[in-house]
């Protein structure tokens, strides 16, 4: 897997931290996380998302189709010949038939995924999580608590985090607001 660099400014968020190359790898990879995530949430990408998974879904039917009427004896001559060559090879024609609806099933059940509202908040409690294991590996205190206007240090790293992958607008209470949100799909 590469790893990504941290910015001069997550870097000095999670020094201030812990200074370790490790913990500044760990954020930096966290960054990655969040921004790969909010890229998700992004509608333009989601609807390329889903026309690709259409795409994979017509394909997939259309071979389970071929598979069933070539098993049935319905499709032309050719077609049960190129089934037996198949099956001749050591392919099973019954496993790839339920290959092909499962992933019929599968690529339908994200499309319904993808077209339902994305949860705003997802991206900042993945990112929380990943890097309260990062404070738990290197044995130190996770809080979300906001002190006479000072922000825990996880709370205020998650922040340069959301900055470092183009989030500049989230502030510590929204974090903390989102880490006690319900997630929408409950």
Known sequence: MKRRKASKALENAARAICDSD????????????YRRERDLEGT???RELRGTLKLLQRHAEAIAAWLGEAQAGRGIPTERTALQL????????????????RVTRSASQAIDDLAAKPDASKAVR???DALKATFEHHKLKWS???????????????????????DRSLTPVEVREALRAPPADQ
Do not use: S
């Open 126 to 128: 993945i990112a929380a």
């Open 22 to 33: 490790e913990f500044v790898a760990h954020a930096a990879g966290v960054a990655a996380l």
């Open 86 to 101: 198949i099956g001749e090879q050591g392919g099973d024609n019954a496993i790839v038939q339920a290959w092909a609806e």
């Open 44 to 46: 333009d990408q989601r």
């Open 144 to 166: 979300t608590a906001i002190a006479r206007g000072q922000a825990a240090p996880g709370l205020t790293l998650l922040c340069a985090i959301a900055r470092d992958a183009g």
